[in-house]
């Protein structure tokens, strides 16, 4: 079955940086898209980068443009996501989704992980 | 402020059907196919429809989503106290080029 476990919680210092894993296990990860979404405390989601199943190219949400990374190892099906910079409001639960994409059904994130806490503060 | 405005809360009893609402724009719902997520409490959240009004394999008929013009909704009949949740829209925006959510709205059964 399809399985998606990211690493875990993260406490960082404001400026610095992080990067979490997704490990995907149980279809052949070559094949997806995955995407990563955060959600702050009691707010809504918020999407912020996908990569390509080839790990060539990525796409990031115009707001973390500057401070976001993402990266795949296909030895290990894992993806990755670096963010720099932070701020007190990127604490935040980060979501790994996998991106099932075809021309007749459009995309669509059919598969999460656990999510990642992780807490910016002083 | 999100791109994809949902109204934060609704409700309903139980039996009753219920219809979130999902309104965007021509770049986003307008141009592109619609999906809805539930997420319960302390949960990741759940693909509930895709494709505008498709169900994955497992989610009830219950649920059914439908879309118009820069509009999409999503009706559950036959409320059970476990729906009670948050559910979220989303779709990509040809302008922003990046997906867009909806702020969610938090449903209550009574």
């Known amino acids: 079955q399809v399985q998606l476990v990211q690493s875990g919680a993260e406490v960082r210092k404001p400026g610095a940086s992080v990067k979490l894993s997704c490990k995907a296990s149980?279809?052949?990860?070559?094949?997806?898209?995955m995407h990563w979404v955060r959600q702050a405390p009691g707010q809504g989601l918020e999407w912020m980068a996908v990569i390509n199943p080839s790990g060539r190219s990525s796409t990031y949400a115009q707001k973390f443009q500057l401070r976001v990374t993402t990266t795949r190892d296909t030895s290990t099906s894992t993806v990755f996501m670096e963010l720099s910079s932070l701020r007190s409001d990127d604490t935040a639960i980060y979501y790994c989704?996998?991106?099932?994409?075809?021309?007749?059904?459009?995309?669509?994130?059919?598969?999460w992980g656990q999510g990642t806490l992780v807490t910016v503060s002083s | 402020q999100s791109v994809l405005t949902q109204p934060p809360s609704a409700s309903g009893t139980p039996g009753q059907r219920v219809t979130l609402s999902c309104s965007g724009s021509n770049s986003n719902i307008g141009s592109n196919t619609v999906n809805w997520f539930q997420q319960l409490p302390g949960t990741a959240p759940k693909l509930l429809i895709y494709?505008?009004?498709r169900r994955p394999s497992g989610v009830p008929d219950r649920f059914s989503g439908s879309k118009s013009g820069t509009s999409a909704s999503l009706a559950i009949s036959g409320l059970l106290s476990e729906d009670e949740s948050d559910y979220y829209c989303?779709?990509?925006?040809?302008?922003?080029?990046?997906?867009?959510f909806g702020g969610g709205t938090k449903l209550t059964v009574l």
């Open positions: 989303a779709t990509w925006d040809d302008s922003l080029n990046g997906w867009v």
């Open positions: 149980g279809y052949i990860f070559n094949n997806y898209y």
């Open positions: 989704a996998r991106g099932y994409t075809s021309g007749f059904y459009g995309t669509f994130f059919d598969y």
């Open positions: 494709s505008d009004y």
